[in-house]
C-alpha cells in the first residue's frame, strides 16, 4: 500500500510542477501580448508528462507509419515537450499572442491545476485516516 501511495503521490506532484511551468510560460505569453516579435510559447502537458514520469515510451501518437502518411509537424519542442504556440492569425508586429486563447489556456490550466492539489490532499488524508487506530465507540 505504501508503494501505491508513494508512486500516486509522485506522479501527482510531478503533474503540479509541469502545471505550474505551464501556468508560467502562459502568464508570460499574457504579460509579452504587446512586445513586437514575442512568439507564444506553451508545452505539450501530456508529453511533458510522460517524459518526466519515465514513461516516454509510449510511441507518439502522430509517428508516421507508413510511407504514404503526412510527416508530424515540426515545432520547437524542447526537452519538456515546450512548443511554440501556433498563431491564430498574423499580427503586423510578429507577435503570435493570441489573448483569447491565452486566457482560456491559463484558466483551464488553473483549474488543473487546482484539481490536482484537492487530488494530492484527498490521498494524504485517506493514507492518514487508514493508518489511524480502530476505536469501537
Request: proline letters at 3%.
Amino acid at each position: 500500500m505504501l508503494n501505491r501511495l508513494t508512486d500516486t503521490l509522485n506522479f501527482q506532484t510531478q503533474a503540479l510542477v509541469l502545471r505550474s511551468e505551464r501556468q508560467r510560460l502562459l502568464a508570460s505569453n499574457i504579460a509579452n501580448a504587446d512586445t513586437p516579435g514575442y512568439q507564444a510559447k506553451d508545452m505539450d502537458f501530456a508529453r511533458a508528462l510522460r517524459e518526466a514520469t519515465g514513461q516516454s515510451t509510449a510511441p507518439d501518437a502522430l509517428a508516421v507509419t507508413q510511407s504514404g502518411h503526412m510527416a508530424p509537424l515540426a515545432g520547437a519542442r524542447g526537452e519538456t515537450g515546450r512548443l511554440g504556440a501556433l498563431a491564430a492569425q498574423t499580427n503586423l508586429d510578429s507577435n503570435t499572442v493570441d489573448m483569447d486563447r491565452e486566457r482560456a489556456s491559463f484558466a483551464d490550466n488553473s483549474v488543473k491545476y487546482e484539481a490536482t492539489l484537492r487530488f494530492i490532499n484527498a490521498g494524504v488524508r485517506n493514507a492518514l485516516d487508514a493508518m489511524k487506530p480502530y476505536t469501537a465507540g
